[in-house]
């Protein structure tokens, strides 16, 4: 079942893999005004690119996804309920008046969008819990607002739970790739989503940061689907052994 918040897609099984993404799109529902220029809402501040078309393709039996299906700049789901960037009045350098809100319009905003969301992402762990977790993310090769160039082409970020991480690294780097370990930044500042769905649970989870630039159309997006569904299949062999 869909909502203005998420998506599901595919069928979530017990044991199999659940991708979740929650910079997925950027839908901008019609009430809400950011006062943004358009062609913003088609980058990385908006959106994490790619990384739905990523997910699509890795949906098969075993494999399903949970999307988010609200920009970022709306309310960025990867946060923790009270912390700073959930409405972000600046985004790498660009400015949101929209997300200037009083306290009423700040709580209407996170009861409209990010308590369904962990909600409903809570109840299909607890229905059907998997034997791993993708967290998906994409990440820009330069931010808007830095000099400093980012040369992975993945990243995997972990806070206290590493178990997948130590698997997927070596199995990532095989493939030829510059892997980022805690890289383009470290999942011990920013794993909102992770922490709380899977470290707190005790769930094993694998999150991935996948440059943008490889994800960006269609072939590069069916790459990494293939690949991540390959190498989650294989962590999730070895975390269940």
Same mark, same amino acid.
């Given at each position: 079942m869909? *909502? /203005?918040?998420f998506r599901v897609l595919g069928e979530p099984r017990f044991g199999g893999i659940l991708v979740v993404a929650d910079h997925a799109s950027n839908r901008v529902p019609e009430d809400i005004n950011l006062h943004i220029s358009p062609e913003l809402l088609n980058q990385h501040i908006a959106i994490d690119i790619g990384v739905a078309g990523v997910a699509e393709r890795m949906i098969r039996p075993g494999i399903a996804a949970y999307l988010a299906n609200v920009s970022r700049l709306v309310c960025d789901l990867n946060r923790d309920r009270d912390g700073s960037g959930l409405l972000p009045e600046i985004s790498d350098g660009h400015v949101v008046p929209g997300n200037v809100l009083c306290t009423q319009g700040?709580? *209407?905003? &996170?009861i409209r969008f990010f308590e369904p969301y962990h909600r409903r992402l809570a109840e299909l762990l607890d229905a059907v819990p998997p034997a791993l977790i993708l967290s998906l993310h994409s990440f820009t090769p330069r931010l808007f607002t830095s000099d400093r160039p980012r040369p992975w082409q993945v990243g995997i970020l972990y806070n206290q739970d590493d178990r997948a991480a130590r698997i997927a &690294?070596?199995?990532l780097e095989a493939e030829g790739l510059i892997v980022g370990d805690q890289e383009p930044y470290s999942g011990k500042l920013l794993n909102a989503t992770m922490n709380?769905? #899977? /470290? #707190?649970e005790g769930r094993p989870y694998l999150s991935v940061e996948v440059r943008q630039d490889l994800i960006a159309d269609a072939a590069g997006q069916a790459v990494w689907a293939e690949r991540l569904a390959r190498i989650c299949n294989r962590i999730a062999l070895e975390m269940g052994e």
């Open positions: 869909d *909502s /203005e918040v700040r709580s *209407s905003r &996170i &690294i070596p199995l709380r769905h #899977a /470290e #707190a």
